[in-house]
Structures are given as C-alpha cells and as structure tokens.
C-alpha cells in the first residue's frame, strides 16, 4: 500500500513527538487525527501489551464538551442509556442514537459536575451532531472540542506504573470511576478504562503543552517495568470483543444490534431523541446481532472489507474484523450475524479475500 500524504487536515497530537521516537510503523486515520496502529509487529504488541504495561496515545479519542445548565438536558437526549443515577466521578459506556435509533457513536460520556460532561468518542463526527441539537433546541450549553488529549496507561503492571507517576491513590481508583491527581503542579483526570481487557488508566491531559512532559515521565518511570509505546491492538481488542464504530458498526445498526442492549434503559430514558424509534425496534427485537466467530485456518489478512457470511448460497451476515489470536491458536473474529442463523455452534462460510473459510459462532468472545 502507498503512504498517506501528511497535512494539516489530518492532524497530528500532542504526543506524536514521542510516538514517533518510539518508532511507530503504522497509522490509521480516526477523528482526522493520527492513531497508531503497529510499533514492533501487531503479534510482538499484542504479547507485550498482555505481559507488560503499554503507554498509548489515544488524543484521536476526542471530546466533545457539554457545559452549562442544560448538559445534563442534552446528554440525555443523545442517548437510550438512563444517566440520572450517574454521579460526578463517573464513566458509561453510552451507546449515542439518532431519530431512527441507529448507531451514530459509542463513547465513553464523563461526568466532571452537573453542568460539564465530557463525551470521549469514537470515529464520527459527533461534535456536529450535538451542536445541532443544542442550538435547534436552543438549549443553554457550551458545546465544543476542547484541547484534551486521552493517554492511556494499558497492561497488567499498569497500576504500578500509574502509582509512581500519580501516586499511590490511583490504586484506589474503581472501574469506569475518575479521580483528579496532580503531576507537575496540574490536575488531571485519571479514569480507570480503556479500549482493552488487560486493565489500565486513561488520563484526559488538558493543554498540549503538558503531554510530552507527561509521556516522559511515565516512559522514565516505567523502565524497569518494560513499559513500551502501544496502541489499541487489533487482535487482543478482538478476542475481547470491543466494537470499533464504523468496522463493526455503523449508523444502519441499532444497539441491540450492537449487543449493548445492556447500555440501553430506553423505558425510562426520557428525553432521549431516538427512544421512540428503539421502543418500536425493541418490541421486535433485534434481527442480526454481533457474534464471536472462530475462523478456521492459516492466519486472516486484515479486514478492511466486509466479508460476506454465508449459509450455502445465502448471505446470513458479514465478518466486520478479524485476527489471528496467538493465544486461542485460532482466528477471531467479530461479526453480524442473522437471527436464523446466530446460534452458538452454528458453522457458516466467509468469504475472505484469500478464499472460503469455515466459521463458527461462538458462545462469547475470547477474554
Ligand atoms: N476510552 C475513551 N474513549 C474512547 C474509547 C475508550 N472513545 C473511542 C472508543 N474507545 C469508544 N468505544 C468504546 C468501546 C468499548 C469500551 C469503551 C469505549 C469499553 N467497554 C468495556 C467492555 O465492553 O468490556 C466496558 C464497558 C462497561 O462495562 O461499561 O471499555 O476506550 N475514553
């Protein structure tokens, strides 16, 4: 494949100094904005990343910022998930749905105080969406990107690396919850997430100035740790069965389609702008829904295509990403699979670009 041009349309980050110093191999394109997808090898990543701590820059995860006396309003209208039991501190995983209750981002939302939300989104352009409602509606909130950038701190030595850069505290921080600790005299939101199974921290860096100090003190840090740059992997984000909007869905599907039927309490959801759409869709119940598939073989290319899911001569479903796992000595894949066909044990063909394969439908995903 040829190189992309660089320009000032596709925006570097705040740490893209030291990503390349690191020796980053690959980009993708996310938010209009460098994400790294390869340091050493995807396989020599994905080994370290389960063995050891990573550092990752993840700034493509952008936020959108709700701030003022109808945030609150707003950010319940984006969404079917019920937040009114969401206490400052707190992280959800917020499916966001437009009037016809399809898919248009799946961010994690943050609630910094009543009135300032942050919304840390995947690959759309949801700032556009959001500023649409708030002034259609002519609600009172600041809507806005502002200059945050996500570091995440990725890996089973995370906590220790964390701690001695943040102090002892952060060991205290709970899943999907923040807490504020300082480094060089700023505060910081430090949450504990991230977009993979091996446990982790994301710190929301705020001013631009500070995020290279930052990478080189956790890079200081962690020597004896092997801490090394990473980034989301696409094999061990595979087998854990996190979505990646715009591969394995888009805004054709609804979040019970998603499999994030549990992120959705569309009853009580009141205000929330697709919640007629998805009661209507709901009642149903969902056609095709996302599945773990195990694909037989040699190892897959990349999946930059769908790949047709098939019963015979008909299309039941489409494999939307897929890698060969090291540690399950398979292929993963993830998939949306047809009612009539997504039972657990069900064996299909995909047609990948190297030929026809065996695919099974799994129970679950990998980890
Ligand atoms: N962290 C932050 N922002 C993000 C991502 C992230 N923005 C882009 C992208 N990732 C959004 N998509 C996801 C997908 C999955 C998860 C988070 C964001 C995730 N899911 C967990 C799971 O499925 O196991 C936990 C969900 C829960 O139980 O609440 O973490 O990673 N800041």
Redesign the pocket.
């Known amino acids: 494949m040829a190189v992309i041009s660089p320009s000032r349309r596709l925006r570097r980050t705040p740490f893209s100094e030291g990503v390349e110093a690191a020796g980053v191999r690959a980009y993708t394109v996310y938010n209009r904005m460098l994400l790294p997808t390869v340091f050493e090898s995807v396989e020599a990543d994905y080994r370290h990343l389960k063995d050891h701590v990573q550092v990752w820059d993840?700034s493509v995860?952008r936020q959108v910022e709700l701030r003022g006396p109808d945030a609150a309003r707003l950010m319940q209208m984006l969404t079917p998930r019920d937040l009114r039991g969401m206490l400052p501190g707190r992280c959800?995983?917020v499916p966001i749905v437009d009037e016809t209750g399809g898919m248009l981002n799946?961010?994690?939302a943050v609630k910094l105080a009543e009135d300032r939300w942050w919304i840390?989104?995947?690959d759309s352009d949801l700032l556009l969406w959001v500023k649409g409602i708030a002034n259609g509606y002519r609600l009172d909130v600041l809507v806005d990107e502002p200059d945050v950038s996500?570091l995440a701190i990725q890996g089973p030595k995370s906590e220790d690396l964390a701690a001695r850069v943040f102090g002892e505290g952060v060991r205290d921080v709970k899943f999907?919850r923040f807490g504020r600790f300082e480094f060089e005299g700023r505060e910081m939101v430090v949450a504990r997430?991230?977009?993979s199974?091996q446990g982790g921290f994301?710190i929301y860096v705020e001013g631009a100035d500070i995020a290279m100090p930052l990478w080189d003190a956790l890079f200081r840090a962690g020597e004896d740790l092997n801490v090394r740059a990473g980034c989301p992997n696409g094999i061990e984000r595979v087998e854990?069965?996190?979505?990646s909007?715009g591969n394995d869905m888009t805004d054709d599907n609804t979040p019970h389609e998603c499999g994030l039927g549990r992120f959705c309490d569309t009853q009580t959801a009141i205000g929330c702008i697709g919640r007629d759409a998805l009661l209507r869709v709901a009642k149903e119940g969902p056609v095709q829904q996302i599945r773990a598939l195990a694909i037989e073989g040699e190892p897959v290319p990349l999946c930059d295509r769908a790949w047709g899911l098939y019963a015979g001569d008909i299309r039941v479903g489409q494999v939307t990403s897929a890698a060969w796992s090291p540690d399950f000595a398979t292929n993963v894949a993830i998939g949306m699979v047809r009612m009539t066909h997504w039972d657990t044990g069900t064996q299909l063909t995909v047609v990948t670009p190297e030929g026809e394969r065996v695919a099974t439908v799994q129970a679950g995903f990998w980890a």
């Open positions: 993840v995860e959800f995983y799946d961010p994690v840390s989104i995947a996500p999907f997430s991230g977009y199974k994301e854990g069965g996190l979505l909007y």
